[in-house]
């Protein structure tokens, strides 16, 4: 009796290049208390590794995708569309050359995306979405804060009890962490399909 053969999907795929930058960068930032004492100097190694994380991340296909829809969404915001106004009065060659495309009852559509409106952004949406903004990046920055105060305890604990380098210890540890976590993503629809599936 034939079996059915199920197509195998993958809900997520993991990047390496994305997981060892994440890791690296946690771990040298977690590791500097243990390379200086001085507060300021301390800050300005910090300061370093971030930016130098910020760059790297955006070398990779993620941080690309991630910076792409940044600049989608700022100009959505920037440049609101008013087609409604546009079309008004407008000669029937630009109507039609705006207008959407039918295909034929047969025909199947390369791409459903082609048909579909831009979404226009009003002000109270220009409102929400900046203050939504604020809001993630408030948290995140006290979710930050207290993280890095968390961390910081762990390695001085670590040190009262005579360990040696123990931020490093826990840079190491934080940033395996950071690295699987990272290097995680939600596989696309090129991904899922399975390429004996013909």
């Excluded at 959407?100 to 048909?115: F, I, R, Y």
Aim: charged letters at 20%; aromatic letters at 4%.
């Amino acid at each position: 009796m034939p079996v059915n053969q199920t197509e195998t999907t993958h809900p997520w795929t993991f990047d390496a290049r994305s997981a060892a930058v994440y890791g690296f960068v946690t771990a040298a930032w977690y590791t500097v208390p243990d390379l200086v004492e001085r507060r300021g100097t301390r800050a300005l190694l910090k300061t370093v590794c971030g930016v130098s994380g910020i760059a790297l991340l955006l070398r990779t296909e993620d941080g690309r995708d991630a910076l792409e829809g940044v600049r989608r969404l700022r100009d959505a915001m920037r440049e609101p569309r008013h087609d409604d106004d546009t079309l008004v009065g407008a000669p029937a060659s630009v109507a039609g050359a705006t207008a959407p495309v039918e295909a034929d009852s047969g025909d199947v559509p390369d791409n459903t995306l082609h048909g579909l409106t831009p979404v226009e952004i009003t002000p109270a949406g220009r409102t929400a979405v900046a203050t939504g903004a604020v809001v993630v990046l408030g948290v995140t920055a006290a979710l930050a804060v207290v993280g890095e105060k968390v961390a910081y305890r762990w390695g001085e604990r670590l040190r009262a009890r005579g360990v040696r380098a123990p931020h490093a210890r826990v840079g190491l540890a934080l940033g395996a962490v950071a690295g699987i976590l990272g290097g995680l993503a939600p596989a696309s629809e090129a991904d899922e399909q399975d390429p004996a599936v013909g």
